[in-house]
């Protein structure tokens, strides 16, 4: 899971004590002291509100933080400055935007939802946070959303209760409603807007897949209005320069939608207006959703709650109205909260989270280039996810037969996300100059960090950990990919043993997220600082293990495996065996089975 795709909805951060004004928005307590300071000073702790030419232009700035996430707080001051926009005469429009270059909203606290701790507390969460969006989207001023980076969760339910979409067409651009992925469902009118935006299959593939949509589909699909490109560099940095471009760009928007000179009205074409017919009639509908049901069964094994409360919410709605929708995406929103399975999900979140930090801290030199030994299958991928990160990578095999396997591998890989429109041929180009295939230790002087990946065999490991040494720096670090061998015993041969470490990649290398980082009693700090930094920067989810049998991942398969000995020598037979892999495979990558045979 993404986590990048892990965001929850607006409706997860609303607190409960939320009061009801006279403007109709819910109030939380405490809030005066950010009113006063907004009037005062047009500015809060997270949000600031800037009038230009009759357009209110509120930014979303979180302190001391990276990203911008839906916390109480900012709820709270974004309540205000809802209310000022709506009242003040001054304001005839209005512009939402990061005031950070690159990231727009990624989505609420988890924690807020954690700390709900019933589903009647969380539905009430969920209600709270559908009146807020209710009141935008019903703002007889326009409202403009400018989107520059993930808009995911409660990021998304924001921009869609606005009246128009603005887009940069770019990498990090991109909207999402992950909520399935913790067991959850989009809670603050997600479920009822989406649909009616874009078409009925759409809406079901996002919010039953989490994945992230694109700006360029985004507007192909009609959930956004306007797409822009990036600037480069100019007197600012390129993202500087992009996040004034969409400021402007919005800001002129929103007067023109005010002064009625743009209207927003999105054509539809003429397979989705039929779509849109049939969807429209009960047969339509429910053949549409009785698909994505025996789908989702299928897939998952009717496992998970989530789609099928996502499939039933969308039911009701597009039968009975946006009132019956939204009471039962609130109710839904609460029960999924308590299940195991949210639990669970959302469990494995914060893990990856806590993954994601390298507790080792900041390198004394961050590594810049990276040899890998060995083109195998492996090597070949370790290479891969390294060089299309922006390393500098030396790529040595003993032939030019082995070497050659792994550069085609690694231009097969990098054609094939060209395919996928990751990147441009010509940034394809500009990665591949930066891998450097050799046969010779002598080319790898200039390595910060060598990663072997060699035969399964100490002797052979000793031996190339002796050659690595002869030809590089005393800071040089040699990390081991080897998934069995003690580390303490590679380190052995080793004349600076503070500078080995384990790094243990799972094949494929560029799919499998995992990396297990082991360290022995004598590993530097620093060492282990600089592998968690490289793994991180490959896009890995770490784990730091001290070196013992099997390290981590292959200890814990071992009571799976002890198991399913066990089941064949009690007499479960082969065939029955393979049937229950057919049961377990849809829910996991291999079945027991194909695992024992895969490591055996």
């Known amino acids: ?215 360029a589909p985004a507007k192909k699909m009609g959930l956004v209005d306007l797409t822009i490109d990036p600037l480069g560099p100019g007197l600012s940095d390129p993202e500087t320069n992009t996040l004034r471009y969409l400021e402007s760009t919005a800001v002129q928007v929103a007067k023109d939608l005010a002064s009625g000179k743009l209207k927003a009205t999105r054509k539809k074409g003429l397979v989705t207006r039929i779509q849109d017919f049939v969807f429209g009639t009960e047969y339509g509908r429910n053949f549409v959703l009785d698909k994505a049901k025996e789908k989702v069964v299928k897939t998952t094994g009717g496992l998970y709650p989530a789609p099928l409360k996502i499939l039933d919410v969308l039911r009701a709605g597009l039968a009975e109205g946006v009132v019956s929708a939204l009471d039962a995406e609130a109710k839904a929103f609460g029960a999924l909260s308590q299940t195991r399975e949210s639990k669970a999900l959302i469990g494995l979140y914060h893990g990856q989270v806590a993954c994601k930090k390298n507790r080792f801290g900041t390198p004394e030199h961050p590594p810049k280039t990276i040899a890998v030994l060995g083109a195998g299958l492996m090597g070949a991928g370790i290479a891969h996810v390294s060089v299309d990160k922006g390393y500098k990578v030396i790529l040595k095999d003993a032939n030019i037969k082995g070497l050659a396997r792994g550069q085609e591998q690694i231009t097969k890989g990098l054609a094939t996300a060209v395919k996928k429109r990751k990147f441009t041929s010509f940034e394809r180009e500009k990665i591949l100059s930066n891998l450097y295939p050799t046969l010779s230790y002598a080319d790898l002087k200039e390595a910060d960090i060598v990663i072997e990946a060699v035969f399964e065999d100490l002797k052979v490991k000793h031996k190339v950990l002796q050659d690595t040494e002869k030809a590089t720096s005393e800071d040089c670090i040699f990390a081991s990919n080897t998934s069995a061998l003690p580390i303490t015993d590679i380190a052995k041969a080793s004349s600076r043993p503070h500078k080995v470490i384990g790094m243990h990649y799972f094949s494929p290398v560029d799919k499998m997220q995992l990396l297990e980082i082991i360290t022995t009693d004598k590993t530097s700090q620093d060492t282990a600082a600089s592998a968690v930094q490289v793994g991180l920067k490959q896009g890995k989810i770490v784990v730091t293990v001290k070196d013992g049998p099997g390290f981590y991942t292959t200890r814990i398969l071992a009571p799976m495996q002890v198991e399913m000995m066990r089941l064949l020598q009690v007499s479960q037979s082969f065939s029955s065996d393979r049937h229950r892999d057919r049961q377990t495979i849809r829910m996991r990558p291999a079945g027991r089975h194909a695992v024992r045979q895969s490591i055996s």
């Open 1 to 215: 899971m993404a986590m990048r795709y892990t965001a929850l909805s607006m409706g997860s951060v609303l607190m409960p004590r939320a009061c009801r004004t006279s403007s109709g928005l819910g109030i939380f307590r405490g809030i005066s002291t950010s009113r006063v300071m907004f009037q005062e000073q047009g500015k809060g702790k997270i949000l600031s509100l800037e009038v230009k030419d009759g357009v209110g232009i509120v930014k979303i700035d979180a302190p001391n933080s990276k990203v911008n996430t839906l916390s109480a707080d900012m709820q709270a001051e974004f309540q205000d400055v809802l209310h000022q926009i709506l009242n003040r005469p001054d304001i005839t429009s209005a512009v939402l935007m990061s005031g950070k270059p690159g990231t727009f909203i990624v989505g609420a606290d988890i924690n807020m939802i954690e700390a709900a701790g019933t589903a009647e507390a969380t539905t009430a969460l969920s209600k709270a946070g559908q009146a807020m969006f209710d009141e935008m989207e019903r703002s007889p001023k326009p409202i403009v959303a400018a989107v520059y980076g993930p808009c995911l969760g409660g990021g998304l339910e924001l921009a869609l209760a606005t009246q128009y979409r603005i887009a940069v067409n770019d990498k990090k651009t991109g909207f999402g409603v992950p909520e399935v992925m913790l067991g959850l469902l989009p809670g603050a009118g997600g479920t009822w807007r989406l649909p009616k935006l874009v078409s009925l299959p759409g809406a079901l593939d996002m919010m039953l897949t989490g994945r992230t949509v694109k700006a």
